[in-house]
């Protein structure tokens, strides 16, 4: 049982480069998410799907966009790096109920130069 | 809005202490109360979560957490430290609707051998 898998794991990229970060989960969960993690700031919650087809903002979606075409995988893409989308990214997937746990990719690591 | 405070950035306990990581909520409804950890390059690990009942929690590795409507409170806690409980410790908080989790900004707990 996978998880929830998030590629690539490292990446490094030059300002104004774009780029997609891919996530599965294998566990039939209707929400998806994506985080960034930062250095004192904690997760900050960038994009969520609360099922196929749907996405919505979090706190922090500016420069990036998501989609949710299928129920198993959620992409975050960034159009046009910036140094301050530098960070670590995480996914997370949990059933609908609110007193359900999310289960966490292993994360992704981007440097934007 | 929901939201999460962990008061301190940074914990230190000698090992075999008793350890507390603090954690205060805010929501507009019943809330639903979750503990993560962090190892060094690694996904957030989930740990225990708070529903309905009973307000101690008992959770993965040894630790529990004490639900504390009145001072909307739930706080971390393990009674003997251990070297290996080291890490990065994130509170979260959903308020029972379709919402997306919201972290804390974490806690670093260092146990001192």
């Known amino acids: 049982n996978a998880g929830v898998t998030q590629t690539p794991k490292f990446r490094v990229l030059k300002t104004g480069q774009s780029m997609t970060l891919l996530c599965a989960q294998d566990m039939n969960h209707e929400y998806m998410y994506w985080y960034r993690q930062d250095p004192g700031m904690g997760l900050r919650l960038i994009h969520y799907s609360v099922g196929e087809g749907t996405t919505a903002k979090g706190e922090v979606p500016d420069g990036y966009n998501v989609s949710r075409l299928k129920k198993q995988n959620f992409m975050l893409g960034l159009e046009s790096a910036a140094p301050s989308q530098t960070s670590v990214y995480f996914c997370?997937?949990?059933?609908?109920?609110?007193?359900?746990?999310?289960?966490f990719g292993q994360g992704t690591r981007l440097t934007v130069v | 809005a929901q939201s999460v405070a962990q008061p301190e950035d940074q914990v230190n306990v000698a090992e075999g202490n008793p350890l507390t990581v603090k954690c205060t909520y805010s929501?507009?409804?019943?809330?639903?109360l979750f503990w993560y950890v962090q190892y060094p390059n690694r996904g957030l690990q989930f740990l225990l979560k708070y529903i309905t009942g009973d307000n101690l929690v008992k959770g993965s590795y040894g630790f529990e957490a004490e639900f504390n409507k009145s001072q909307t409170s739930f706080h971390l806690k393990k009674p003997s430290a251990l070297v290996s409980d080291s890490a990065l410790y994130f509170c979260?908080?959903?308020?029972?609707?379709?919402?997306?989790?919201?972290f804390g900004k974490g806690t670093r707990l260092s146990v001192i051998a």
């Open positions: 997370a997937s949990s059933y609908r109920a609110g007193n359900t746990e999310a289960f």
């Open positions: 929501v507009s409804g019943n809330p639903y």
């Open positions: 979260a908080v959903r308020d029972g609707g379709n919402t997306p989790l919201v």
